[in-house]
């Protein structure tokens, strides 16, 4: 399984970015995650395999959409109204247990190599 992340970059305040996540060798539940310097990695948001169940970390929920495209095996991760605190590194992740929408790093087996996203003016 390898997941590969793209999309990241600079970006003013209330600006938009998309971010992509390819995964190979299988369908899977994927989520991202992201961390910034000196803080934990959190939950950002999560989609089943099927695309039917979806979660959302409450920091992004009516701002953030994700998506899947299974055709594709790639998630995306529109990201709106982008705000200085969503500065981070993203990860994109896999369980490849499919056991739900989960949304603890621990809950995940695969990772990506992560993709800096900076909000600043």
């Known amino acids: 399984v390898q997941l590969v992340e793209s999309g990241g970059g600079l970006v003013q305040p209330g600006g938009s970015l998309r971010l992509s996540c390819a995964a190979s060798?299988?369908?899977?539940?994927l989520g991202w995650f992201r961390q910034a310097p000196g803080r934990e990695r959190e939950f950002v948001a999560a989609?089943?395999?099927?695309?039917?169940?979806?979660a959302y970390a409450s920091s992004v929920n009516g701002r953030f959409i994700l998506s899947r495209d299974n055709a594709k095996n790639t998630v995306y991760l529109q990201m709106n109204k982008l705000e200085p605190g969503d500065t981070a590194a993203y990860y994109c992740?896999?369980?490849?247990?499919?056991?739900?929408?989960?949304?603890?790093?621990?809950?995940?087996?695969?990772w990506g190599q992560g993709i800096q996203v900076t909000v600043s003016s």
């Open positions: 992740a896999a369980d490849r247990r499919n056991l739900g929408v989960g949304i603890k790093p621990h809950e995940y087996d695969t």
């Open positions: 060798g299988g369908t899977f539940t």
């Open positions: 989609v089943n395999w099927g695309g039917g169940s979806a």
